[in-house]
């Protein structure tokens, strides 16, 4: 519903602006520049530093601007000799107390006031200051703050920027009056449960509050510019700030008032991108002689690339040929990379990483609604009256998300987890769900028996959304029958009640939104896991309209463009089937190609890729942006594959374990470095821009990809810059078709978005489902135990994830000193029970072992997992948990199940 607009009038001007909007903002937004320090439009009001003091006609004395609403007819004085003199007055009281040193580190809010009220010089002052005698604290524990209290106004925007924006609440005051300062938990910060997102920081209007990284280096002086881009971590696409001194990167900062973040960060996003400029970057490329990886020059790697990749396509043919796209690099860099496959290769054997990630995910989604995108914006998670978060550690892996989350809880929706792991989010849901892993189907089947028995079901949208109607329930009725209460409490182990209290929470719901995630996905039953979910999603109605529906957040910053533009074994750009002939030929004459060239047998996907490059038959591999001896499972069986291959490129900007095997290693940009676009986790396309030059011999993705085709007798285009190529890629994926850079300068843009003057959608099968008769399908299915158990030899399930400060092969993040001093090694969590039964103590060194491999790390006991359950996270190169990990597939989507793998803890050899 949109805000009535009202009509008021300040210092004579009428300006309009919606009913009850803050007076503060609606008058700085019509250019009338209120003082004001305490004052933020993300936080509530507080009044505290009585600056924006103004009269309204009809009220008895001042009135702080931020603390009312405006109104028809309100009559307003801003500014006149009494307001500015007491302006005056306050700034003069609050210097008094204030630390006025000032080393050029931060911009300063409340310096710009004294400046502009004739206060700089002491002697114009009323009050003496007495900041020395105070003697406010200094708090430089922390990584990534320093904390002086001598600079703080206590204006109660750091507090209201923690537990407001953030929903941590770690920041409050200590002790009282003149001598109150801010405190981190019980006191000191490192103490504290900070984890470094830097909000406080990014709100703190003086120095009180400043990034402690490139402090020694920085001055906001000699900053040269200010770079708007997107971040290059997670699939939240948060919209960052990057702040340029001699050619490096000194500060990022969260970009107010843009989707989806409006500002806020995490701590990877803000103190995350130190690995830019590091000392470690890939600078020359390299190629392997006698053995040993040695620098050369771009024609002899380039030559040597031709030769063996054409060789190989000669000899063994075009299938002898795969290559592995990047979550981590642009669209623009992945549309050419699978253009290279496709028209250069010969073969659709191209994937990346998503197939460890949501594939069975999008492949459920697909069949049932026609869509393997999220249907809804990031910004939904806050307004959604219940949001059922299903195999999804949010706060650590999508924590910006997480703030909305968070946010609509504080208002009073509902919240539900299930996850067999404790997340942070599960300490304020109203319920949470812990099932034992592997056992999500018989979980969800009993919630939806449940919802059938009493009647929760929204018959009119099974009538009209749903194929087969009535007719389909009763099939999924006669599914789920056997899945009661009793039966669903011994399989999963979560209690009958606390299962039908989640069913009645969702299902009487005016509107609900599935957070997914690999915690559902990463099972050799990950498919039927998430039919199952959207079955109950389905028969209850909640999709098809605003704040409802399915989203799974990508765990890569450009997971989804990926995808969009073509990097699948399966579609080319905008999920058009390679089988499709009609397509193929329209491809065919976009790319300048005969389309019998264009190959109309799928590809392989990762994991088959790696299988049969073990057996053989794959001969010839080029890896740009991937990392799979980090990331795949059976890491003993993917170096045997790799090891085995007659050719592997490797395109990266750092040296890694894959690169090591690697005949040729070719040095490329970072984000920072280059031009071009992501695709977030809610279908936003957003501009991607160059901040600093790269190092002299690297280059950038696509030109790489453009060199590697003509090198090979291949011309794949004619491009000049990134915005050609997209305008390419809008041709080729139809939901794009409206988009292009010029209309992305501003903001992003959600697909689909058919031309040039469509907006984008927020909110996907408002009127229809992407099917062939635009209803919902319900796919019923069984439960079915896992294939990997307890044993005797085995006797723990081991779970595996992300956290907080590193992000997937932490390639990027381990050389970032602020997230390396939150977490720099690797563990493996125990429920406290099972170290007891085995006389294992919190800190021992361990030895996991599976069937597939061991490794060594180091014992933490938590509660946070469940008996005989164990958790690892997997960005550790020295303790890499996937040399545990099978290579086992779902049927359907091709995933591994990493997220559950029989193995044994024993005490490490000394």
Known sequence: MTTPLVTLTIDGKQIQAPEGLNLLQAARENGIDIPGLCYHHKISPTGACRLCVTKIEGRNGLVMACTIGVADGMTVTAFDAELEATRRHTLDYLLAEHNESDDGTYADEFRELVVRYGLSDPEKRTYPNIHKEMGYPVDDTSPILTYDASKCIKCFRCIKACDEVQGKNVLSFADRGITSHIVAGFGKWDDSECDGCGECIQLCPTGALVEKPHRDQIRMDRVEKRVRTTCPYCGVGCQISLHVQDNSIVRATGEEGLSPNDGRLCVKGRFGLDYVQHPERLTTPLIRKNGVLVETGWDEALNLIAEKFSGIKQNAGSDALAGYASAKCTNEDNYLFQKLVRTVFGTNNVDYCTRLCHASTVTAMLKSIGDGAGSNSIEDFATTDCLFVTGNNMVETHPVTATYVKAGKAKGNRLIVCDPKWTPLAAIADIWLQPRLGSDVALFNGMIRHIIKSGLMD??????????????????????????????????????TLMKTAADIYAAADTAIIATGMGLSQHTTGTHNVFALINMMLITGQIGKERAGIDPPRGQNNVQGATDVGCSPLFYPGYIPVT???????????????????????????????????????????????????????????????????????????????????????????????????????????????????????????????????????????????????????????????????????????????????????????????????????????????????????????????????????????????????????????????????????????????????????????????????????????????????????????????????????????
């Open 580 to 910: 499709d002939e009609v397509n193929r030929k329209r491809m065919a004459g976009l790319w300048a190609v005969e389309h019998r060239a264009l190959s109309i047998k799928p590809g392989l996907t990762t994991v088959e890729i790696i299988n049969k490059a073990h057996s053989g038959e794959i001969k010839g591999m080029y890896i740009m942006g991937e990392n799979p001896m980090i990331t795949d499972p059976d890491l003993n069986h993917t170096e045997q594959a790799l090891r085995n291959l007659d050719f592997l490129v490797v395109q990266d900007i750092f040296p890694t374990p894959t690169t090591e095997i690697a005949h040729v290693v070719l040095p490329a940009f970072t984000f920072a470095e280059k031009e071009g676009t992501f695709v977030n986790s809610d279908r936003r396309v957003l501009r991607v821009r160059k901040a600093v030059e790269a190092p002299v011999d690297t280059r950038d993705d696509w030109r790489i990809i453009m060199d590697i085709a003509r090198h090979m007798g291949h011309d794949i285009g004619t491009y000049d810059s990134a915005a050609e190529i997209f305008d390419e890629i809008a041709q080729a994926a139809p939901m794009m078709r409206g988009i292009s850079y010029e209309r992305l300068e501003t903001a992003g843009i959600q697909w689909p978005c058919p031309n040039k003057d469509h907006p984008g959608t927020g909110t996907l099968f408002l009127d229809r489902f992407n099917t062939p008769n635009g209803k919902g399908i319900l796919h019923p299915v069984a439960h079915t135990p896992p294939t990997e158990k307890p044993t005797e030899i085995y006797p723990f399930l081991l779970n595996s994830g992300r956290i907080l400060y590193h992000y997937h092969s932490a390639t990027m993040t381990r050389r970032s000193k602020p997230l390396s001093e939150f977490a720099d090694a690797a563990y493996v969590l125990m429920h406290p029970v099972d170290a007891g039964k085995y006389g294992f103590s919190d800190g021992d060194r361990v030895t996991v072992t599976s069937a597939q491999g061991e490794l060594e790390t180091t014992l933490s006991i938590s509660t946070e997992v469940a008996e005989t359950e164990l958790f690892m996270p997997w960005h550790f190169a020295e303790s890499p948990v996937n040399r545990l990990t099978r290579n086992d597939l779902d049927p359907f989507s091709k995933i591994a199940p990493f997220k559950l793998t029989a193995c044994r803890v024993e005490r490490a050899k000394e």
């Open 459 to 496: 018959e009119d949208f099974i009538t009209t959304r749903v194929d087969g109607g009535k007719a389909a329930v009763k099939k999924l009725e006669a599914v789920v029958a056997e899945y009661t209460g009793k039966l669903v409490e011994k399989i999963t182990g979560v209690p009958e």
